[in-house]
């Protein structure tokens, strides 16, 4: 039984899965709250599966970007697990699970997703589904808002943050939108089983949150 943990917004979450099968999840908001809440909400989803740590076999956590106290919380409590339970761990970014959720929508075409990160910037990657296949095409990295018509092409599809005003420009030089219709701790639970069936474990001890800029003080969102 795989156990996800996506900690990278205010809207965290965590399920459990088998063979990349959804058996629950539990899903809420929060305000940077995430170091009280999230291993609770970990105990109890087990309970209402009726299982223990102990039938926990693998672990998947989102590395971000997002907010620095958040991922840090999510990815410790991840670490700390794989390493007490003896279970491989997966790491996956956050701009890849919400390009997986729209993966249906994109039809082929390469999806951009994008993350408000602050201070001006977005984080940006792509990803493209075809043939079967799952593959980055360009990795995560920040750049100006006012860059962000530049980052996509015409046969794209953007997915993520976007607001109304990134989503005018889009629409005006013939983007298309696409809307996640689940919960990113669905993709991660999804992906995280696929991951570590290909043999592609990350080590509990040198996982690390996915920041592209160096933590400052106060809040933080990219």
Same mark, same amino acid.
């Given at each position: 039984?795989?156990?996800? &943990?996506?900690?990278?917004?205010?809207?965290?979450?965590?399920?459990?899965?088998?063979?990349?099968?959804?058996? $629950?999840? #539990?899903?809420?908001?929060?305000?940077?709250?995430?170091?009280?809440?999230?291993?609770? /909400? &970990?105990?109890?989803?087990? /309970?209402?599966? *009726?299982? @223990?740590?102990?039938? &926990?076999?693998?672990?998947?956590?989102?590395?971000?970007?997002?907010?620095? #106290?958040? %991922?840090?919380?999510?990815?410790?409590?991840?670490?700390?697990?794989?390493? @007490?339970?003896?279970?491989?761990?997966?790491?996956?970014? $956050?701009?890849? %699970? !919400?390009?997986?959720?729209?993966?249906?929508?994109?039809?082929?075409?390469?999806?951009? @997703?994008?993350? #408000? #990160?602050?201070?001006?910037?977005?984080?940006?990657?792509?990803?493209?589904?075809?043939?079967?296949?799952?593959?980055?095409?360009?990795?995560?990295?920040?750049?100006?808002?006012?860059?962000?018509?530049?980052?996509? *092409?015409?046969?794209?599809?953007?997915?993520?943050?976007? !607001?109304?005003?990134?989503?005018?420009?889009?629409?005006? @030089?013939?983007?298309?939108?696409?809307?996640?219709?689940?919960?990113?701790?669905?993709?991660?639970?999804?992906? *995280? /089983?696929?991951?570590?069936?290909?043999?592609?474990?990350?080590?509990?001890?040198?996982?690390?949150?996915?920041?592209?800029?160096?933590?400052?003080?106060?809040?933080?969102?990219?």
């Amino acid at each position: 039984m795989l156990l996800a &943990i996506e900690s990278a917004s205010d809207e965290p979450g965590a399920a459990l899965a088998r063979d990349g099968a959804l058996l $629950r999840a #539990a899903t809420w908001t929060t305000r940077q709250n995430h170091s009280r809440e999230l291993l609770p /909400a &970990i105990e109890r989803l087990l /309970a209402d599966q *009726g299982a @223990a740590r102990a039938d &926990i076999s693998a672990i998947a956590v989102d590395i971000g970007p997002g907010g620095y #106290a958040a %991922l840090r919380v999510g990815v410790s409590i991840a670490e700390a697990l794989a390493h @007490a339970l003896g279970v491989p761990l997966a790491g996956i970014g $956050r701009l890849e %699970l !919400d390009a997986w959720l729209v993966r249906d929508q994109a039809s082929g075409r390469r999806i951009v @997703a994008v993350h #408000a #990160a602050g201070r001006g910037e977005a984080a940006v990657a792509a990803y493209r589904s075809q043939d079967g296949g799952w593959r980055e095409e360009e990795q995560p990295r920040l750049c100006k808002h006012a860059e962000l018509p530049g980052v996509f *092409g015409r046969d794209d599809v953007a997915t993520g943050d976007i !607001d109304d005003a990134l989503a005018r420009e889009l629409a005006d @030089a013939g983007v298309a939108i696409a809307r996640p219709q689940r919960h990113r701790v669905e993709a991660l639970a999804e992906l *995280g /089983a696929l991951r570590l069936a290909e043999g592609r474990a990350d080590d509990p001890t040198a996982l690390v949150p996915l920041y592209l800029r160096a933590p400052a003080i106060g809040p933080q969102g990219g």
